[in-house]
């Protein structure tokens, strides 16, 4: 295939590059865009390592062709920073969810897709929407961090239900 111009918007900024369509999104991110937030895990989409947020749901980025992205692309990177972290970032943070961190990013991005979708989840919801791989088992301690992400965001909105 030949290299074609494709924009797309990462983190609010559009981007117009010469790309292979087939491109996968997650080597867009890293190799052309230095967005070296988002991980290569399996490659084959299982994993959830390379979750970005596209048009507010959760993708998995390594199979992805650039050419079929349809909506804004949010990365880890443009959630917060470290001086103000997104809420969900802070929440991780305050319970140390992380043990190698390989797979927060993923981890992070497909639980502001969740409180997104759904303010405060259940169990069951998060349970369906958490469907990212932890080597390190961290399973227990991201439920507890999505709870407190979404009392934080609750407070934050002032609905206190």
């Known amino acids: 295939?030949?290299?074609?111009?494709?924009?797309?918007?990462?983190?609010?900024?559009?981007?117009?590059?010469?790309?292979?369509?087939?491109?996968?999104?997650?080597?867009?991110?890293?190799?052309?865009?230095?967005?070296?937030?988002?991980?290569?895990?399996?490659?084959?989409?299982?994993?959830?390592?390379?979750?970005?947020?596209?048009?507010?749901?959760?993708?998995?980025?390594?199979?992805?062709?650039?050419?079929?992205?349809?909506?804004?692309?949010?990365?880890?990177?443009?959630?917060?920073?470290?001086?103000?972290?997104?809420p969900v970032q802070?929440?991780?943070?305050?319970?140390?969810?992380a043990q190698c961190g390989y797979c927060q990013s993923g981890q992070i991005i497909a639980a502001v897709c969740l409180l997104a979708e759904h303010p405060a989840p259940t169990p069951a919801q998060i349970d369906a929407a958490m469907t990212n791989l932890c080597r390190c088992g961290t399973y227990a301690r991201v439920r507890i961090a999505i709870a407190r992400a979404a009392a934080a965001l609750g407070a934050a909105t002032g609905d206190r239900t």
């Open 1 to 86: 295939m030949q290299p074609a111009r494709i924009a797309l918007t990462v983190n609010g900024q559009r981007h117009s590059l010469p790309l292979e369509p087939d491109m996968p999104l997650l080597w867009v991110l890293r190799d052309e865009l230095g967005l070296t937030g988002t991980k290569y895990g399996c490659g084959i989409g299982q994993c959830g390592a390379c979750t970005v947020r596209m048009a507010g749901a959760p993708v998995r980025s390594c199979t992805l062709p650039v050419s079929a992205v349809t909506g804004a692309v949010t990365t880890i990177e443009g959630l917060g920073t470290a001086a103000a972290p997104h």
């Open 90 to 97: 802070q929440a991780w943070i305050d319970t140390q969810v």
